[in-house]
């Protein structure tokens, strides 16, 4: 069938972006993990930049018709099902990608121009294009100018796009709330309880617990060693829940408030964990447990420097 247009417009804030990504995530994964991690990621990275360097716009005598790179993520409407097009320019903060907008689904690689096509069945998209009017100039070709919108049509796109607005304002606002409640949460006080057999501390998402019997090191410090990096956990602030990297130490879990001393240093052969409260008294409390259930574990404090 023949093409009355073809064209390829190549991604350039998506492979800037994504090459940027891709030099500087290695060093960052690498103070975390020295194995293959780095480079698989980087691979990963390397194959989404492939994926969406460039998009392609294709329109024949029946389809308009695009597809990404390799042709893994196209798509094909019949120029018969399209009831309005128009060439338009897209605000900033719609971005890059594949991804939903008030009113439907945005494909663009780079800039801001696209041409919104509206079907018949109310559905509407818009894709990204550095060459909007000869886009709509072919669409025009085969199917002829659009028809302007009757009221009940301009107002059933407004309503969708009312809808649309709303559902993605609802998303935001229970994922702020989710990160704003785990936030909320990681930030009370972890719990310690000290029995006859196990040493356990435990926060929202992150815990640690020991056999008693296991502890070989127990000191109450003033400064918590040197941190590297933080492998898996929460750092909100002075507030450290999770998996940490210290100098001297190597990997364990930290349930501190930066600042706040002393800070109960607990050791196994294999592990250790470091907590505080906001509170000394409860800290000093908890250290006391520790040492009256093993007593002869105290240990001097590890380097912070």
């Not at 930030?187 to 310690?192: A, D, G, I, N, S």
């Amino acid at each position: 069938m023949r093409h009355r247009y073809r064209h390829t417009q190549t991604g350039w804030a998506i492979i800037v972006a994504l090459i940027a990504v891709a030099a500087v995530t290695p060093l960052l994964v690498a103070t975390i993990d020295d194995g293959p991690l780095p480079l698989v990621f980087v691979a990963v990275i390397l194959l989404l930049m492939a994926m969406f360097a460039t998009l392609t716009i294709v329109v024949d005598d029946r389809h308009l018709g695009f597809h990404f790179t390799f042709g893994l993520i196209r798509k094909r409407i019949a120029l018969a099902d399209i009831r309005h097009y128009k060439a338009v320019r897209n605000p900033w903060y719609y971005g890059w990608g594949i991804h939903l907008y008030p009113g439907g689904v945005l494909y663009n690689v780079s800039g801001f121009q696209a041409v919104e096509v509206l079907l018949k069945g109310g559905k509407r998209l818009r894709i990204g294009t550095d060459e909007p009017d000869a886009v709509v100039r072919a669409i025009e070709g085969v199917i002829g100018a659009p028809e302007p919108l009757s009221e009940q049509e301009e107002a059933r796109v407004q309503s969708s796009t009312k809808k649309r607005l709303m559902v993605l304002v609802g998303i935001l606002v229970l994922v702020l709330g989710a990160i704003g409640l785990l936030a909320y949460f990681e930030e009370q006080p972890p719990r310690v309880t000290v029995t006859d057999t196990s040493f356990k501390v435990q926060g929202i998402i992150y815990g640690e617990e020991f056999a008693l019997a296991e502890i070989t090191g127990v000191a109450l410090c003033q400064h918590v060693p040197r941190i590297l990096a933080r492998t898996n956990g929460y750092a909100g602030g002075r507030t450290l829940r999770g998996h940490f990297r210290l100098a001297q130490l190597g990997d364990g879990q930290l349930f501190v408030r930066l600042g706040v001393p002393p800070y109960l240093f607990v050791r196994t052969r294999e592990d250790y964990v470091i907590v505080n409260f906001s509170d000394p008294a409860r800290t000093q409390e908890a250290y006391d447990e520790v040492m009256e259930r093993r007593p002869g574990t105290a240990v001097d404090c590890p380097p912070h420097d």
